[in-house]
Structure formats: C-alpha cells, structure tokens
C-alpha cells in the first residue's frame, strides 16, 4: 500500500482524470482509484470528499443530484473547464516532480 502522505498532494489529479472521463459519484470514484490503482491505494473517505469539495469550491467540479440504483439519489461530480486547465497543470507537475525525484532515487552508475 502507499502511504497516503506521499499521494496527499496528486488526489486532486487522480480525481479530476477520472472525471475527464465521465461524470462520477464519490463511492465510485473512491473504487475507481484502488481499482486504476491495482489496490496499492485505497482512498479515505474523509480525503475523498475534502478533495470534491475543495475542487468544487475552486471551480474545478460541478455536483449535481442524478438517481443511483434502487431509485435513491445520488450526488454526481464533473469536471469543468477549469478543472480540465488545472488538471493539466498538475498532470505537467506530476512529471516534473518525478523527473526531480527520480534524479535522488537512481541508482544507477553508482
């Protein structure tokens, strides 16, 4: 399992790129990203809907109420596009961070 520290600042990117591919609601998100992420992460539901709801205050998701299974409602996220923008910029983040990182852990040649 991975530490949740270390994936504490990349939640917002793992969100909004599932949401860049369809409108989803938070227990399917939370499945989504131990499924994508072979259940080397499993996320808590507590950083879950702190992530949604910070995004949605910055205008980077949209909720709207849809219907779930046996008729109850649901609250349904999507990306905006401003999300989609900011999405990018962490996904150019992520690589330069990697790119960085991977500089102390090579071993390589040594």
């Known amino acids: 399992m991975i530490s949740s520290d270390v994936i504490r600042g990349y939640t917002d ?3 909004l790129s599932i949401l860049a591919k369809g409108d989803s ?3 399917q998100l939370s499945k989504q990203i131990e499924a994508i992420s072979d259940g080397k992460y499993s996320i808590k539901e507590t950083t879950l ?3 949604i709801a910070r995004l949605e205050k910055n205008d980077h998701v949209t909720s709207y109420k849809g219907e779930g ?3 109850t409602g649901r609250t349904y996220y999507s990306i905006t596009l401003l999300g989609e923008t900011y999405l990018k ?3 150019e983040e992520w690589e330069l961070t990697k790119e960085v990182i991977n500089r102390f852990s090579n071993r390589e040649g040594k």
């Open 13 to 15: 990117l793992m969100i």
């Open 25 to 27: 609601y938070g227990y």
């Open 49 to 51: 809907y702190s992530a």
């Open 69 to 71: 299974s046996g008729g």
């Open 89 to 91: 910029e962490k996904e």
